[in-house]
């Protein structure tokens, strides 16, 4: 038993041997384990990146075929890939309280977060620059992070999830992170519609377009860009639409609309118009987790002129935040003069 701890812990300390390797980590009373991916050379207080897989997936699919450990090559960041437990019918799974899950109580907001944290140390890996995202159960399991973990985690890519009804109404993040989404329109595991009904037999969710409207709501973007994306691949059967939400404040949401596309990775399966793992890596990258902008510059251009004082009169009322920059609630005379105290024309 020594002979085996001793050996994990030397894979974790070598850059590139651990690719190969599941290395153990208790958590909770649970033997967890995960796959860790070191470029060689890599900076100090390089960045992080949790890849979670879905639904019967393992970290074995995840870490080498979504051409993660290359673009961490290529980049400078270090990849984990764990694996979730494994449920009644033997599929690995993360916990998110699936309807047919209810035996099960596992404690997989903990060992992620327990995990990023013994990386950041054991690795010297930035505690500002840690992120994660997933694929479909590990998608899902991303947005129970970022209600519920948002502390640890400054950034978060699920790429084709939902969020159960049960969280969707008992979210309420510490601090509020940028998120980078994907959805297909044609999904027939997650429905684009949601499922309120239930006839999947995941649980109750709402629609993959009111979700993404509440998080712009608790991220306060109210500005969307919205752009169509090149077909590079018109036999692919899909196109995509980018809506990039932004705000007053960093925080931003990014939603990938894959119209005509189905539970894929995109890049990977189904749509190649773009590459999910290139597009959530570089979202991550922008992410600036201080000296925010002046709360008053609404539409994040890097001055607060007449564009956001149009924004800020329009929005203007007792009950509407979106304009609030003092925080009481109400877009209002208080806010004006924060806004015109920090006008740079």
């Not at 970290?59 to 290359?70: C, L, Y």
């Not at 673009?71 to 033997?90: I, K």
Request: proline share 6%; glycine share 10%; hydrophobic share 40%.
């Amino acid at each position: 038993m020594r002979q085996t701890i001793l050996i994990s812990i030397l894979l974790g300390l070598v850059p590139g041997a651990v690719n190969a390797q599941n290395i153990d980590f208790m958590h909770d009373g649970l033997q967890r384990e995960y796959r860790l991916h070191l470029p060689e050379n890599l900076p100090e207080s390089a960045p992080l990146v949790l890849a979670l897989h879905g639904y019967s997936g393992s970290n074995n699919d995840m870490i080498s075929n979504f051409g993660w450990t290359e673009l961490a090559d290529e980049r400078g960041f270090a990849v984990a890939c764990p694996n979730g437990t494994r449920d009644q019918w033997n599929n690995r799974f993360w916990d998110v309280d699936y309807a047919f899950h209810g035996q099960f109580d596992i404690d997989d907001d903990g060992f992620l977060t327990a995990l990023a944290l013994h990386l950041q140390e054991v690795h010297g890996l930035d505690p500002d620059r840690t992120f994660v995202t997933g694929f479909s159960n590990g998608a899902e399991m991303c947005f129970q992070l970022a209600c519920r973990e948002s502390e640890t985690f400054k950034g978060f890519g699920p790429v084709i999830g939902m969020m159960l009804d049960s969280l969707f109404t008992n979210c309420n993040p510490d601090v509020i992170r940028p998120i980078i989404s994907m959805n297909g329109t044609a999904d027939s595991v997650t429905l684009y519609n949601g499922d309120m009904n239930n006839s999947g037999g995941w649980g109750a969710y709402r629609s993959i377009p009111e979700t993404m409207s509440f998080w712009a709501d608790l991220l306060q973007t109210p500005f969307v860009n919205s752009q169509v994306l090149s077909d590079i691949d018109p036999s692919d059967g899909s196109t995509v639409r980018l809506d990039k939400y932004l705000g007053p404040n960093p925080p931003s949401l990014w939603y990938y609309l894959v119209i005509g596309g189905g539970h894929d990775w995109p890049g990977q399966s189904g749509n190649m118009d773009i590459n999910a793992t290139i597009q959530v890596w570089d979202f991550f990258d922008a992410i600036v987790t201080e000296d925010p902008p002046p709360a008053a510059d609404f539409n994040q251009d890097g001055k607060v002129n007449a564009l956001d004082l149009a924004f800020l009169l329009g929005v203007w009322g007792p009950s509407n935040a979106q304009g609030d920059i003092n925080g009481d609630g109400a877009t209002n005379g208080l806010d004006l003069t924060e806004l015109l105290a920090a006008w740079t024309g």
